[in-house]
């Protein structure tokens, strides 16, 4: 048995997604330097994930900041880092024609107006968490996705027509069906799965969504650089977190002052006078009860159970040559109900994918993204399967049997990696209001943080965000220099 070597630090960080990222960084400029991140991987970023490819890049995971204002921090810190250009790459999501299983193309502003409709049935279902107790009651037991349905026809029946054999009203149809897709890629999981009356939890910042010209990674590479040497120990898994080990009898005033253990795989156990925990939400569902000793309280069990783990993959689809014209804004797929009725799987997954986008710097790329049990049903497959459904999906759709075909296809790995085993949060019907709060409570108790919880699934209404990652690990960096800075003075004080 490998003997473990003792190293001690004021704060020993878990993960250097970018919410460890960010609380070493407030950490550091805030006077506290003797901080360790430990990861388990040979790299920094977490779920952000620009990898190289030919001349720029493709984003493996993270793909824009989710909304381009100064209420977004994350979007402030990238224009204050001269990360963005003058004129902002946004997201264009009504980019685009519509293509049906028949090869039809939908006129573009019958779209245009869908999602308009579409939009506007999710507002509505947005505003039922504000919704007084009786109505809540009431729609405790209805998915988001049943609620989007009724919104929807209520609308369409008002714009289109209540004739739903009338061919407008059977594309404007086809067109709801793929914004559920999109959707649900959004959310991260079947929408069935959501419950509407939480659905308003989540909050929205303003404007559209924005590209990062180099790539998402630039947002942390500054993070990265600025770092003391050293401070990030890699391809280092965290065995065990032991938070208080007065519970066994096994503490020892030797280490009052810092508390917490926290054993590696490589033969070292640091202790620390704090703890900031980053792990993804997949990795907590599946191990908390290995990692943390003695166990979480209940409370924060049960949000770690409760809370849903998102199911997204990308698939990137390259050409020697594109068959459509730079800038036409993607393949996107008109599903008709008989087109969805009959799914098998792993044969059937590619009908979740909405559309395949163009993607940004990437002039022979089209990407598609696949969620729920279709994305683990995907991942099962060759390269070559994927190639031939998504060849033939394209080539249906646009009516063009004579597409060039593409020479292969890259894609995502979220669900299948030990690491992550999942994409972002979502609520579910076994969670409340509360759990994404519960989940981000420091124990054994805010007053004494030794343990604390930082990440996407930790914040209660940007859940599943790049930005409310940011902001979590800036969160619990400022609840502990206060303490820290108080405890080495104190220290330097009697040691003078």
């Known amino acids: 048995m490998q003997q473990q070597q003792q190293k001690t630090a004021d704060v020993v960080i878990v993960g250097a997604g970018i919410a460890g990222l960010t609380a070493a960084d407030h950490l550091r400029r805030n006077g506290v330097t003797n901080v360790v991140i430990v990861e388990a991987s040979s790299r920094y970023g977490g779920r952000l994930f620009t990898a190289p490819h030919g001349d720029a890049y493709l ?167 600025n770092l003391p040497k050293g401070t990030i120990e890699f391809d280092t898994t965290v065995t065990g977190i032991f938070w208080d080990e007065s519970s066994n009898g096994s503490s020892s005033g030797e280490w009052l002052d810092h508390p917490v253990k926290i054993t590696t795989d490589h033969g070292v156990t640091w202790r620390a006078k704090h703890v900031i925990c980053t792990l993804p939400l997949g990795v907590l569902k599946r191990s908390h009860d290995k990692i943390f000793h003695p166990p979480l309280p209940p409370v924060k069990v049960k949000a770690i159970e409760s809370i849903g783990f998102g199911k997204v993959e990308k698939v990137f689809v390259e050409f020697d040559r594109p068959f459509w014209e730079p800038g036409f804004g993607g393949v996107k797929l008109a599903w008709t109900a008989e087109d969805l009725a009959e799914k098998l799987l792993p044969r059937d997954w590619y009908k979740v994918i909405c559309s395949f986008e163009e993607v940004y710097r990437q002039p022979n790329i089209l990407a598609a993204w696949v969620s729920g049990q279709e994305a683990q049903a995907m991942l099962s497959l060759s390269d070559e399967e994927i190639l031939e459904t998504c060849t033939r999906v394209l080539r249906t759709f646009t009516a063009n049997p004579g597409m060039v075909a593409p020479v292969r296809i890259i894609r995502s790995n979220w669900l299948n990696d030990p690491l992550f085993c999942g994409s972002y949060s979502y609520p579910t019907f076994h969670s409340s209001h509360r759990s994404f709060g519960d989940l981000a409570t420091p124990i054994p108790c805010e007053k004494n943080p030794r343990l604390l919880f930082a990440g996407e699934a930790t914040h209660d209404h940007y859940y599943s965000t790049l930005h409310a990652a940011h902001i979590t690990g800036k969160r619990e960096a400022e609840r502990i220099v206060p303490l820290l800075l108080k405890s080495n003075k104190h220290f330097l004080k009697h040691k003078l």
């Open 59 to 225: 984003e493996y995971g993270a793909n824009w900041i989710h909304g381009g204002s100064e209420e977004n921090e994350l979007f402030k810190l990238a224009r204050q880092r001269s990360l963005l250009s003058d004129n902002l790459n946004l997201e264009n999501r009504t980019k685009g024609f519509f293509y049906t299983s028949t090869g039809q193309t939908i006129d573009g502003q019958l779209g245009e107006k869908c999602y308009q409709l579409f939009f506007d049935a999710e507002t509505e279902a947005g505003r039922l968490y504000r919704t007084d107790s009786r109505m809540k009651q009431k729609l405790a037991s209805k998915s988001l996705l049943q609620y989007l349905e009724e919104v929807w026809q209520r609308l369409a029946e008002k714009e289109f027509g209540a004739d739903l054999n009338d061919p407008v009203r059977q594309q404007a149809e086809s067109i709801f069906l793929s914004m559920i897709l999109y959707f649900r890629s959004h959310v991260g999981n079947d929408l069935s799965l959501v419950p509407a009356i939480l659905h308003g939890t989540f909050e929205n910042v303003a404007e559209e969504d924005v590209k990062m010209p180099n790539g998402m990674r630039a947002l942390v590479d500054e993070f990265y650089v």
